[in-house]
């Protein structure tokens, strides 16, 4: 390659770089506005806020939801919930999307279409049969009936990621365990599931997400107030504290913070996540 | 019995063992509720009988109040409008953003994870942040738009039905973006490189290595991006709850909106059902055709 | 393995459901004791002054033990309809007044007619309150706290623009005149809840009856004059034009507390959240503007239902001792309630001399309940569509209207 070639590639290269941060600053600019806005002093956010906060108070976090209860109060909740709905979803998608991805026969195309069809289904579908069941069950203001909800989405989801995972996995490797006089469960837990861990933090790290960020189910299983989620908490503020808007951000920032953390540890995991999930099917 | 017979059986108990707990919980959690919807949606079942029993079979009579009922063509169309703009503005903005990502540059990678984090963000949070964005009084979209003289006056966003309808979809795009973004992403790292030296020895300009190469190969990619974009956007729900609440007037209603609307606010179970139903038959279409394109990529797969 | 699993899941549901904290039933009877469930919507202020008066009545009544449990204003409604289905409802709960038809009609609420004429003390009530806790010609509920809307207005914006104040003899073309004048950059003139919930209906509805329509003659002139007058004052920018998404609680801190408005359609309730909010603000209270009709004014408020008969005697005496007109003049005072119990309001000197609780109790003789009507919810959700299609430009008012009212009588069958 010429100089000049090289001279011009390390140009585009830093032409690319440039538009790359601009196009991300301006995309992730929503972000920066809610943290900021957070925190800002409690009522300047009546006025036209600068783009920078002048001062920065962190009074909007510590503050105490219209009922005299802490906000973190609620993040428990959420942890319990989501923690609850990745355990229940692990449980039962690893064993079942390693049978869909590993055995052949007529009934795993019948399977697979379930879960597809579960995957694409709206909400609210399930919302009154779900409340109605849940009632007699005495699953109405119980965090597990929501877990059980939350994992309506998350099980589909961690059958299809995993499938293919499962899928991949050569041939010659189950078959030497098996050989070695392993029985098939003991094939599945020591040999398979490790195969497969990639996939399995993914599954893992996506039913976390999804459970954290669930609204629907927990608005409609939970009344009362203490066993309210923090997403739920979110929504409901907007409605009591409707225009005092540094809390409402600092409300959404402590929503987010936990994804973000994950974000940092797990992005490689929740991107091949989403790819598996969608794309191969 | 014939050993490969005992084999055969075998496997099937084995196989049942690993999936039945997983098939068993979606029956009576998802299946098991979609017949229960069907089943109420051809009876009477509202506040008046709810508690105490004593709702009536009444054939198609729901679906024949739902369809004089203008509001579930308003809804229809709005799920429809809101679907389209989505689409048209994410899937273009994420194939770009993915272009770009996709080219050697030194912290290309990072960046493109970065941008990805939107699409993890709970929809209420996306949005608050939104609601608070197109805020007309103090929000950053209405600062920017009159420092910029584009307006003179502060635009009311989620006071008038088209702004509103504009507000939520802008707030939905840049949840969608990322999911294009990604998804096409890693389909262009699957290019081969070689049919791109090949143009460019050939002399093809840009565009056309774009246009002839990327889109023809990307096409699988970006058909299953598209459906799936389409699923998701089109049952949205939370977004609108917490912005708009499918106000004003129903200028945002959406279909699951709407059935959660019968459902939980009028008490109208048979209604919501209906509507809920209406709905997941127009997801089903489109999801056949997805599930027809994920067998087929299946079938690609095995057959390599 | 299989029993791995199993074992593993078990013990995970039942983590759950010990670190769930799912709602404890709790042991029925002990020594002897009855105890009633007791659920509640109020806010937590008002909420303190409840269960002050539960105490008192534990006392009292040593037989009996109250559990009390409070319930999300807007969740309360859905809970008993769903908890009655599953049998899952408390002995006695509060409602809203608007809702207590509605679970009677669904057979939730118990007909207490025998006990409240053996009772003897229905007679004592206002009217209003007293119908919304009647279906059929049966009572389901007693009222227990009553409010109703009226027009506050900020006296420092009077005062510095030179406009006097409003009098009860006011009519429509001075409220519409004052909205006006009194709109400047700095204030509008007028705020009211646009809302798309039973709070907006709740502001809405006033002034189509001060027009001479009502719910069920919404496509009539008389209502498109109504909804026509508030469309003008909101586009022509006399409102707010947040006000479409704003309840009646935002409203005040962030419009008629802060001095960002020069009258509010407003209940007495809302003078709490105007002391939390400022204390200073100079205000006054005037009864609603003559329309060509009348004046009225919307009832709100709560009642107390009885939902299980399982315990009626002591539920029933639970009733009893909160609408006792002592007890009734406490609640309400504290609260910033008028009392629906005419006499319980002439034994107190608040609803005749205090200047902003005695307009309200004289609204309240020419305040009219919504419905009653046991699919309210959809009626009022019909209303809500059409003045939020009208306020967003999304269709014209006859059209609204007419639209509304079609689906009203489809709901009337």
């Known amino acids: 390659m010429s100089i000049a070639m090289k001279q011009k590639q390390k140009a585009s290269r830093v032409i690319y770089l440039i538009l790359g941060i601009a196009v991300t600053c301006l995309f992730l600019f929503p972000l920066y506005w809610m943290v900021s806005t957070s925190l800002r002093a409690p009522g300047s956010t009546f006025i036209n806020p600068s783009f920078f906060p002048e001062s920065i108070q962190f009074t909007a976090y510590v503050l105490e939801t219209e009922n005299g209860v802490s906000i973190w109060s609620y993040f428990m909740n959420s942890v319990v919930v989501s923690l609850g709905t990745t355990i229940l979803t692990t449980i039962l998608a690893i064993p079942a999307a390693y049978a869909i991805g590993r055995f052949r026969n007529k009934t795993v195309s019948t399977i697979i279409f379930i879960f597809l069809v579960a995957q694409m289904m709206p909400s609210s579908l399930i919302l009154t049969p779900l409340f109605v069941t849940f009632s007699n069950l005495g699953l109405i203001n119980n965090h597990l009936g929501v877990m059980l909800a939350d994992a309506t989405i998350t099980i589909p989801f961690s059958v299809i990621i995993l499938r293919t995972y499962f899928k991949d996995i050569p041939k010659e490797l189950e078959e030497a365990a098996l050989i070695d006089g392993a029985g098939p469960y003991a094939t599945f837990l020591r040999i398979m599931v490790p195969v497969t861990y990639p996939g399995i933090i993914t599954a893992i790290s996506m039913s976390l997400i999804m459970s954290w960020g669930d609204m629907v189910f927990s608005l409609t299983l939970l009344t009362k107030d203490s066993l309210r989620t923090l997403p739920l908490i979110l929504y409901k503020a907007m409605g009591e504290l409707g225009v005092r808007w540094e809390v409402l951000m600092a409300y959404a920032t402590i929503v987010i913070l936990p994804i973000i953390i994950m974000f940092v540890f797990l992005q490689r995991f929740l991107i091949s996540g989403l790819t598996a999930g969608s794309v191969k099917g | ?304 | 393995m299989k029993k791995f699993l199993s074992i593993v899941m078990v013990s995970l549901l039942a983590a759950s459901f010990v670190f769930a904290g799912g709602s404890k039933e709790s042991a029925a009877a002990d020594d002897g004791k009855t105890t009633i469930e007791l659920w509640y919507h109020i806010s937590p202020n008002q909420a303190a002054i409840l269960l002050e008066m539960v105490d008192k009545f534990e006392e009292e009544n040593p037989d009996v033990v109250v559990e009390t449990q409070s319930i999300a204003f807007a969740e309360i409604k859905k809970q008993l309809t769903i908890g009655a289905a599953a049998r899952q409802v408390p002995d006695v709960t509060l409602c809203d007044t608007v809702d207590n038809a509605s679970f009677a009609a669904a057979g939730v609420a118990v007909d207490i007619t025998d006990e409240v004429e053996a009772w003897g003390e229905i007679d004592n009530y206002f009217d209003a309150p007293r119908m919304s806790a009647m279906y059929e010609g049966r009572y389901y509920g007693l009222p227990y706290y009553s409010n109703c809307l009226a027009i506050m207005y900020n006296k420092d914006i009077f005062d510095e623009m030179g406009v006097p104040y409003p009098t009860a003899d006011w009519t429509w073309d001075d409220f519409v005149r004052l909205a006006k004048e009194l709109t400047t950059p700095e204030h509008y003139g007028l705020t009211m809840c646009l809302y798309r919930s039973e709070e907006g209906t709740f502001n809405v509805l006033p002034f189509i009856w001060q027009a001479g329509a009502d719910w069920d003659s919404l496509d009539t002139p008389e209502a498109a004059e109504a909804l026509t007058m508030i469309n003008d004052l909101y586009q022509g920018g006399y409102m707010s034009k947040e006000l479409i998404s704003m309840t009646q609680a935002d409203m005040t801190s962030a419009l008629f507390a802060s001095g960002k408005s020069a009258m509010m359609v407003a209940g007495s309730w809302l003078n709490t959240n105007i002391q939390n909010e400022n204390p200073d603000l100079n205000y006054g209270v005037v009864t609603f503007a003559h329309g060509p009709a009348n004046a009225a004014s919307c009832i709100g408020g709560g009642n107390i239902m009885m939902l299980k008969d399982d315990n009626k005697e002591a539920s029933w005496r639970l009733m009893k001792f909160l609408s006792e007109p002592e007890n009734s003049l406490y609640y309400n005072e504290k609260c910033g309630y008028i009392s629906p119990r005419e006499d319980a309001v002439a034994m107190s000197e608040l609803w005749t001399t205090d200047p902003i609780l005695s307009v309200y109790a004289e609204q309240l003789s020419t305040s009219l309940p919504r419905g009653p009507h046991p699919r309210w919810p959809e009626v009022s959700s019909a209303i809500q569509t059409a003045f939020q299609s009208v306020l967003s430009n999304n269709a014209t008012v006859e059209a609204a209207l007419a639209t509304a009212a079609a689906t009203i009588a489809e709901i009337e069958g």
């Open chain 2, 1 to 304: 019995m014939t050993t490969t017979n005992k084999l055969r059986r075998r496997n099937t108990l084995l196989f049942l063992s690993f999936v039945l707990p997983a098939a068993i919980y979606m029956v009576l959690m998802v299946i098991f509720p979609i017949f229960y919807n069907i089943a109420i949606s051809f009876k009477n079942v509202d506040l008046m009988n709810f508690a105490r029993g004593g709702s009536e079979f009444v054939g198609l009579q729901v679906y024949k109040d739902i369809f004089e009922d203008p509001i579930l063509g308003t809804s229809l169309k709005n799920t429809l409008v809101f679907t389209f703009w989505c689409l048209l503005f994410q899937f273009p903005i994420g194939f770009a953003i993915a272009m770009l990502f996709s080219r050697s540059f030194p912290g290309a990678p990072a960046l493109r994870g970065i941008n990805f984090i939107p699409w993890m963000i709970p929809m209420v949070a996306v949005a608050g942040i939104f609601k608070y964005m197109f805020n007309a009084d103090i929000g950053i979209i209405n600062r920017l738009l009159t420092s910029l003289h584009i307006i003179s006056e502060p635009i009311q966003w989620l006071a008038y039905g088209d702004t509103a309808m504009a507000s939520v979809v802008v707030a939905n795009i840049w949840k969608g973006v990322p999911f294009n973004m990604i998804l096409l992403a890693t389909a262009l790292t699957t290019l081969p490189e070689d049919v791109y030296e090949a143009a460019i020895i050939d002399g093809a300009s840009p565009v056309q290595r774009f246009f002839r190469i990327t889109v023809p190969l990307l096409k699988p990619a970006m058909l299953s991006v598209l459906t799936l974009g389409f699923i998701y956007t089109f049952k949205v729900f939370d977004l609108i709850y917490v912005m708009t609440g499918g106000g004003p007037g129903a200028s945002t209603e959406v279909l699951s909106s709407l059935a959660y609307r019968f459902s939980f606010t009028e008490y109208n179970f048979s209604e919501g059902a209906a509507v809920a139903n209406v709905l997941f038959v127009l997801l089903m279409i489109v999801g056949l055709f997805y599930i027809h394109l994920v067998n087929k990529e299946d079938r690609e797969r095995s057959g390599k």
